[in-house]
T-cell receptor, first 114, second 113 residues
Framework: DAGVIQSPRHEVTEMGQEVTLRCKPISGHDYLFWYRQTMMRGLELLIYFNNNVPIDDSGMPEDRFSAKMPNASFSTLKIQPSEPRDSAVYFC????????????FGPGTRLTVL | QQQVKQSPQSLIVQKGGISIINCAYENTAFDYFPWYQQFPGKGPALLIAIRPDVSEKKEGRFTISFNKSAKQFSLHIMDSQPGDSATYFCAAATVYNNNDMRFGAGTRLTVKP
């Protein structure tokens, strides 16, 4: 099993640009999570999906952030326009309803907004 | 808001020593308490977890101690090794919404050889 796959691993962009982060969950998992990790705020849940449907997006910081899951094997997190304070490591994780409390994390995308 | 408070922020232990990381929670509805281990450049990975029906769970050198009345739980790493050097996160979730997991701020553990 390849595990959760995220791309890109590193992204450097300029303020105001659109950023798209991508995630492929583990095959067969029906939950997908997006987290943001910073030194100041630790690991924060941004949004999670169940069977491709967004369930809770209360952690999304503002309207500049959006997430989609068009099918069971792909999700995107988009920031438009990006700001320097969005600089963080973004993790995608997935889990299965048959083992709901075990979330498997991807390697993360380190985003730097200049 | 921090629903799970973790301490210390960083910890240095000699090889062979005991590493202890503490967490406290506020929401009494939490009933699942995992610990995640994160190595540099990697995502967090589930290490060990406990439910409040037991006061202790041990897996190898790793033990979780749970105090329901005090709303506290801790991770003990016995015979700490340099390979244990990582960031450790405690977390909490409820059975009603166990996908909404709240993480502590993390503890950076360094085990010196």
């Amino acid at each position: 099993d390849a595990g959760v796959i995220q791309s890109p691993r590193h992204e450097v962009t300029e303020m105001g640009q659109e950023v798209t982060l991508r995630c492929k969950p583990i095959s067969g998992h029906d939950y997908l999570f997006w987290y943001r990790q910073t030194m100041m705020r630790g690991l924060e849940l941004l949004i999670y999906f169940n069977n491709n449907v967004p369930i809770d997006d209360s952690g999304m910081p503002e309207d500049r952030f959006s997430a989609k899951m068009p099918n069971a094997s792909f999700s995107t997190l988009k920031i438009q326009p990006s700001e320097p304070r969005d600089s963080a490591v973004y993790f995608c994780a997935s889990s299965s309803s048959t083992l709901p409390n075990t979330q498997y994390f991807g390697p993360g995308t380190r985003l730097t907004v200049l | 808001q921090q629903q799970v408070k973790q301490s210390p922020q960083s910890l240095i232990v000699q090889k062979g020593g005991i590493s202890i990381i503490n967490c406290a929670y506020e929401n009494t509805a939490f009933d699942y308490f995992p610990w995640y281990q994160q190595f540099p450049g990697k995502g967090p990975a589930l290490l060990i977890a406990i439910r409040p029906d037991v006061s202790e769970k041990k897996e190898g050198r790793f033990t979780i101690s749970f105090n329901k009345s005090a709303k506290q739980f801790s991770l003990h790493i016995m015979d700490s090794q340099p390979g244990d050097s990582a960031t450790y996160f405690c977390a909490a979730a409820t059975v009603y919404n166990n996908n909404d997991m709240r993480f502590g701020a993390g503890t950076r553990l360094t085990v010196k050889p």
